[in-house]
């Protein structure tokens, strides 16, 4: 079957070549005989059935019982497969609602199908069956002549019986090209239908595909121009064929094809009159111009394919100017003796010949070079280390030797090519990379590149230690980048963006940050800040403390001796200008003197200062003290007696403490035994003091026991008891006679025991009398009786 060239759009997925049903309604159903008449019974579907309604792509599969291809080998890249060879009286069909464009009052429809059925030699209408058909939807009418049945039997014209199963008749790729003219407008529902046998025990299935392109239904009209015959070709499917001159005067012969020599005028019109077989058609004449052209085939030069690909050199990749009324053909040597049918394998760079020509002589032959693609000449050179804060570009094509035309690159992380590589014009980390090289027919190689990138070089600052007014830092020095990488070359800057050098760094005046930029010997980089801080000197102000007043102390660590000084100043205190002999008591001064003050703030910066303690002469107190009296007296601690001795003092105070905060209520007048305190103030302010112990006695008593017992282990001797009698003078006792039985001056024989002349006395009660020298040394006499009991 000769390619054509479109003359009519094709209405969309009509030739499946969307590899599916779109715009394709999918029927199933059962067949039964109404008498005896085949009834078909078919409802739309939603989807196809599975392994009843089956687009076919692959073009190497081959039917099992007619061993021709599933896909016809003039049609497209795709077929439809209508049942299968199960049994059980299945029905399977398709449909396509067209509209045959307006602007064309001729038109023609070719469709190709192949047929597999079961023939059982059972009565025609309960026979498996292919039905193709044409509706006129406006009549809701079949067209006769686009219309046909092919009923399972071995009389039908091109069947065949399989090798496979006696059984099974089949019929190859046959191409039915049908006349439309005159429908232009309308709307025609093209059916195609399979059918098992009506008793449902054979099977039958089939095959169809639309051709996409439309053109005459007479080919080879148009004619090498140094032709000297024309040879026509008519549509397949027809039992006879007559061609004849425009006005019918001449018949040029019978057949699908002839050959007219001589050849007619350029321009002139054939008529072709078609009968077809019984029952398939309707007679009809159709016309062709006769054109004579030059011809000269135009062919891809060159193409690369994968290794082992499978290419069709007839297709229209390759074969650029295919032209209506032209056969291909291929061939593997330029003396056109191996001829290529079907696909070729690649294993090898080869030229190949490709030959056009029509049935009138016409022909061209152009060759054509395929190669395999190879990557093995293509290899990629490791990109230059580079620093850490750069990146590297693996895309950029100076890294690639060899030739990259139509080659595409695609970049990743693994060697299996499964993980993309996000940013391969900006890689920042060191590992191996993978390259995928791809040509047009995805032909794929993976080559590797390794990128370096160079660690941060290490750098660690140490700030340097803060400095006080007016001194400098230098921040060169090494001890400042101790634990860095060796051979650093350092600058150093003022600001981050580092734009402005410091012009002496070995001589910073001003706290601050700055910055240092590290260069390595591989000559990368590595910016840090470094932090200079120079102290401002503390501002110390000292107020001296006021005059003490000897032996007290002075506290110089007083913080209100130094308002109005730097806050937050450490303070230390010294007894020599050179700050050497530390003070270590400075809350206890006893002596008077300059002294020094050191006082630092937390940057280590200090300043030093004098503060001077005085002591003024405290006066000294002499206290005398006064003579005891009795508890019915007064001590009048403000006598003049008292102080006799001390210095000249103009304020005197009397104190129950020694704290000297309980003034004496009335110090003219104490009469309670105690220590009191008297301090004493001069003209300077200073105040001594001194404790004072008061005397106060209970009056003079001679005390003696109303009863005694002489006899008694207790109270068995009878003598006074003194109170506030320094001396005794005489104790004597009395009988009721009056009669002295008892005298005595010192009671050092203890007292009386109640005998008078070694005689114990009776009881009874007696007198006694006692006299003596209290304790001011005036005279003291008592009396009493007593009661001897025996």
């Not at 050959?259 to 077989?277: E, F, H, N, Q, T």
Request: charged share 20%; proline share 6%.
């Amino acid at each position: 079957m000769p390619s054509k060239l479109c003359a009519q759009s094709s209405p969309e997925n009509i030739g499946f070549e969307n590899g599916n049903f779109q715009n394709w309604k999918i029927y199933a159903g059962t067949i039964a005989i109404e008498n005896n008449q085949n009834v078909v019974t078919m409802n739309e579907v939603p989807k196809p059935i599975s392994g009843r309604h089956t687009i076919i792509s692959n073009k190497k599969l081959v039917d099992p019982y007619g061993g021709f291809p599933l896909i016809a080998p003039s049609g497209g890249n795709y077929s439809v497969k209508l049942g299968n060879n199960v049994t059980g009286a299945q029905i399977d069909g398709i449909s396509y609602l067209m509209t045959v464009p307006a602007d064309r009052p001729e038109f023609t429809l070719t469709y190709q199908y192949a047929v597999v059925l079961e023939d059982p030699d059972h009565e025609p209408f309960e026979q498996p069956r292919f039905i193709a058909r044409i509706k006129d939807v406006e009549k809701n009418e079949y067209i006769p002549c686009a219309s046909f049945e092919y009923v399972a039997t071995s009389s039908l014209p091109g069947f065949k019986k399989s090798a496979v199963y006696e059984s099974v008749i089949y019929k190859d790729w046959s191409p039915v090209t049908i006349n439309l003219s005159g429908y232009q407008g309308k709307q025609l529902l093209i059916e195609f239908i399979s059918t098992d046998c009506s008793r449902g025990q054979h099977f039958g299935y089939a095959y169809v595909d639309i051709n996409n392109v439309y053109g005459d239904l007479v080919t080879g009209n148009n004619y090498c121009a140094s032709a000297d015959a024309v040879n026509v070709s008519g549509p397949s499917g027809y039992q006879t064929y007559n061609w004849y001159s425009a006005d019918r005067s001449i018949k040029y012969g019978s057949g699908q094809s002839v050959s007219i020599k001589p050849k007619p005028a350029d321009g002139s019109r054939i008529l072709l009159d078609l009968v077809p077989y019984a029952g398939f058609g309707c007679p009809s004449t159709v016309s062709t111009t006769i054109h004579g052209i030059d011809y000269e085939l135009k062919v891809l030069k060159k193409d690369v394919v994968c290794k082992g690909a499978e290419i069709d050199l007839l297709e229209p990749k390759y074969i650029l100017n295919k032209s209506e009324g032209f056969s291909y053909q291929a061939f593997e040597d330029k003396d056109l003796t191996k001829q290529i049918n079907g696909l070729v394998k690649i294993v090898a760079d080869k030229t190949f010949y490709i030959k056009g020509s029509n049935n009138t002589g016409c022909e061209s032959v152009v060759p054509i070079d395929i190669s395999m693609f190879n990557a093995a000449n293509i290899s990629a050179k490791n990109p230059e280390t580079v620093c850490y804060s750069e990146s590297v570009d693996i895309t950029n094509t100076a890294l690639y030797t060899g030739d990259l035309a139509g080659i595409t690159r695609s970049y990743f992380v693994n060697e299996a090519a499964t993980q993309v590589l996000t940013d391969p014009q900006h890689i920042d980390k060191t590992g191996r990379y993978f390259i995928k090289l791809s040509n047009e027919m995805g032909c794929n190689k993976i080559i590797s590149i390794d990128v370096t990138i160079k660690d941060k070089p290490v750098l660690k600052i140490t700030n340097p230690k803060p400095v006080c007014i007016p001194a400098k830092v230098d921040i060169t020095t090494a001890d400042h980048f101790l634990g860095s990488e060796a051979g650093f070359t350092y600058r150093f800057y003022k600001d981050k963006e580092m734009n402005t050098p410091l012009t002496d760094p070995m001589h910073i005046d001003q706290s601050g940050t700055y910055y240092v930029k590290a260069t390595n010997a591989s000559g990368c980089s590595v910016n840090d800040k470094i932090e200079v801080l120079i102290n401002h000197l503390p501002v110390l102000n000292i107020k001296n403390p006021e005059t003490a007043c000897y032996p007290d102390q002075v506290d110089i660590s007083n913080p209100a001796l130094y308002t109005g000084s730097t806050d937050h100043l450490n303070y230390s205190f010294f007894y020599d200008e050179a700050l050497t002999k530390k003070i270590t008591s400075p809350k206890a001064i006893s002596k008077a003197g300059t002294y020094f003050v050191k006082a630092e703030n937390d940057g280590g910066c200090f300043t030093m200062g004098k503060i001077q303690v005085n002591f003024n002469i405290a006066p000294i107190i002499v206290l005398h003290k006064p003579k005891a009296v009795f508890d019915n007296g007064f001590i009048d601690l403000t006598s003049s007696e008292i102080t006799k001795g001390s210095s000249a003092f103009v304020k005197a105070g009397y104190f129950e403490d020694a704290y000297l905060k309980r003034p004496v209520a009335d110090p003219a007048k104490v009469n309670r035994a105690g220590v009191y305190y008297i301090s004493i103030q001069n003209e300077s302010g200073c105040i001594a003091s001194a404790p004072i112990e008061v005397d106060i006695l209970p009056q003079p008593k001679i005390v003696v026991p109303t009863a005694f017992t002489p006899q008694k282990d207790t109270n068995n001797r009878l003598y006074p008891f003194l109170v506030s009698i320094q001396k005794l003078i005489s104790f004597k006792v009395y009988n009721k006679w009056g009669i002295l039985v008892y005298q005595s001056e010192t009671l050092a024989n203890g007292g009386w025991d109640g005998q008078f002349k070694s005689q114990m006395q009776p009881l009874e009660t007696f007198s006694w009398f006692a006299e003596g020298i209290d304790t001011f040394g005036g005279k003291f006499q008592s009396k009493g009786k007593t009661i001897l009991i025996l």
